[in-house]
C-alpha cells in the first residue's frame, strides 16, 4: 500500500479533534453582559460523538457534579467526575474500557472572568483517546504489513506521530461555552493534508438556553470533515441541569 493511501487513514480519524481549537477558542463577544450563575450543585454532561471509518460510531460521555464559586476577578469552576460511560464497536471493547476507568484528571478547576467567559481550564483534554489511539493502532499495523520500505515505513511513522501529536491538542472548550447567545454560528477553513490534498472543515456550534443568569443550558459544537472525496462528521455537546 503507498504511503500516502496509509496516512490518509489516520487522517481521516485524527483531523476532527484538531479542528476544534483553532475555530472555536478565539469566539467573539456575545450578547451576555451580565453573568451570574446560579448557586448551588449543578450537574455539567459532556459527550463526544466519533465517526469511525466504517461508518460506526464511539460515544463517551461523561457527567460532572460542578458549582460556580464567585472570585474577586471572576467566576471558578470547581467539579467532580460523577460517571463515565462509553459506547464503541466490539472491536473497541478494550480501548472502551480503558476510557471508562480512565480518571479524568486536569479538567477542572475552570476559571472564568467576570463575563463568564473561559479564561484558563480544560484546554487539553484527552476525550478523544479512544478513536486516536484505535487509528493509531490499526494505521501502525497496516505500515508494519504494508511491503514499504525500511525508509518509507519510517517517514510513514514518523508523519502519524506528527497527526497524533497535533489531534492530542485538539479539545478544547469553546471559550464562551457558558455564556454563548442562543442560535448558531459556523466557520469554515481549508486544511493541507498529506501529498498536497486539500480538505475542509466546518465547525458549528448551537446554544440552547440561557436558564439562570445566562448560564446556558446546552452548547453543541459539529465538525464536519471533507476529505478525499469523503464527509464525515463528529460532534461534542455540554448539557448543565440542575443536580
Known sequence: ??????????????????AGPALVGAAPPLRHQQFTPPQGPLVLTRTLVRGLRDGRQIVVRRSYA?????????????????????????RLAALAEIERKRPDEGTFPIELDRSGRIRSGPHRTPADAPVAEAALVRTRAMIATSGLAGADQREADRQLGQLAAAAGAGGQWPVDLFTCASGERQERRAIALPDGEQGEITVSIRAEGPIEGGLNSSVVRTV?????????VSSEAWNITRR
Open 1 to 18: 500500500m503507498r504511503l500516502r493511501a496509509i496516512l490518509m487513514v489516520g487522517v481521516a480519524a485524527l483531523l476532527p479533534s484538531l
Open 66 to 90: 460542578v458549582e460556580f464559586v464567585a472570585e474577586d476577578d471572576g467566576y471558578r469552576v470547581n467539579g467532580q467526575l460523577l460517571e463515565t460511560t462509553v459506547e464503541a464497536p466490539p
Open 224 to 232: 464536519t470533515t471533507v476529505m478525499a472525496g469523503s464527509t464525515r
